[in-house]
Every structure is written in structure tokens, then in C-alpha cells.
């Protein structure tokens, strides 16, 4: 559908399996989830917009949370399964991927008036991608089977200030849904 981008967060080696440094746990199980979300998005070609942490080795993002996603190495990579042609891979920093000085002339040339956006983890780096693209005025669909959370009260929080400041709740039967 023209004006819709699919938004996936962070599903990289490091948070969606259990030897991952920052592993989520149940994370693994959104594997099949989110290749299929990103298979819809590349064989009906709509936007898709995978963003990647991808730290330096003493990053100051370690200070906060152990050492995860170092650039280069199998860890940072995303599965194989969630890549997709025509996908467009955001690497960033920090956990707010608006602090990424390409994403703003990224988003713009899409001129997206939907997002579809999952990921891990809810919370944090999902929060900061879903809150940023909600300011830019699109409407916002969280997807929520194919998102996880590391804890549930913050996860509950972030759904209600998401949800007050107009952002929707899906499912990846409204997103496949999409042409």
C-alpha cells in the first residue's frame, strides 16, 4: 500500500537468541514472525527499514548496559531469515535510532503516512522508533505478537503513553493484511 513502511527494531543475534549478550528471553520465538513480516513487506514492495545497533568496542552505551551488537562481529548480524531484498538497514549507536543523522532524510523520502513498526525490545529501543515516527505526523501500528519485552510493568507503561499519544495496537495478521 503507497504511504506505508514497515519498521523493524533491533532483531539482531545479540537480543533474539540465548547465548546473545542482551538476550531477550522468548525472543527466539519471533523469529518466524518477523521474516515473515519482512517477506510481506519485500514481496509487495513496501518500505522496510531494519535498524541495527552497531556499537564500537568500548561504546558509551556499555556503561549502561553490558557490551552487545560490536560492529562487525556475528553478534551485531542480523538472521539470516529477516533479510529481505529492497530492505533498507539502519545502523545506530544508541537506543534512540532518531539520534541516526540519515534516519530523518531516510523517512522523507518515503513520505510514509503508516508505520508498522516490531522489534525488540519493547520497551526501549522499540518505544524510541515507535514515540519518534508517531512526531513525524504518520499514523503508528505497533505490532505486538512481534514485539518482546524484557519487563512487563515498563512494557505496560510504554503501551499506555503509545497508545494516549495516538499510536495503535496490531497484530501480524493486520500487517500481512496490507498490499
Known amino acids: 500500500m503507497p504511504g506505508t513502511v514497515f519498521f523493524d527494531v ?7 537468541f540465548p547465548a546473545g549478550a542482551l538476550w531477550v528471553p522468548g525472543a527466539e520465538t519471533l523469529l518466524p514472525v518477523i ?5 510481506h513487506a519485500s514481496a509487495h514492495g513496501i518500505p522496510l527499514i531494519s535498524t541495527m ?14 557490551a552487545h551488537c560490536v560492529a562487525g562481529t556475528l553478534a551485531q548480524r542480523k538472521p539470516e531469515a529477516t533479510l529481505v531484498p529492497g530492505q533498507t ?12 543523522p540519515e534516519l530523518p532524510a531516510l523517512l522523507g523520502g518515503f513520505a510514509a503516512r503508516r508505520y508498522l513498526v516490531y522489534g ?10 515507535a514515540l519518534g515516527l508517531l512526531r513525524t505526523g504518520a499514523a503508528v501500528h505497533l505490532i505486538q505478537d512481534a514485539t518482546m519485552h524484557l519487563n512487563p510493568s515498563s512494557r505496560d507503561a510504554f ?18 493484511g496490507i498490499l
Not at 533491533?10 to 533474539?16: G, S, V
Open 10 to 16: 533491533d532483531t539482531q543475534i545479540d537480543f533474539l
Open 35 to 39: 521474516a515473515r513480516l519482512n517477506r
Open 53 to 66: 545497533d552497531a556499537h564500537a568496542e568500548n561504546d558509551e552505551e556499555f556503561r549502561r548496559f553490558p
Open 89 to 100: 538497514i539502519l545502523r545506530k549507536r544508541h537506543v534512540d535510532c532518531f539520534t541516526a
Open 120 to 129: 525488540v525490545v519493547t520497551e526501549i529501543c522499540v518505544r524510541h522508533a
Open 159 to 176: 503501551l499506555d503513553e503509545f497508545t494516549a499519544s495516538g499510536g495503535q495496537l496490531a497484530s501480524t495478521g493486520f500487517a500481512c
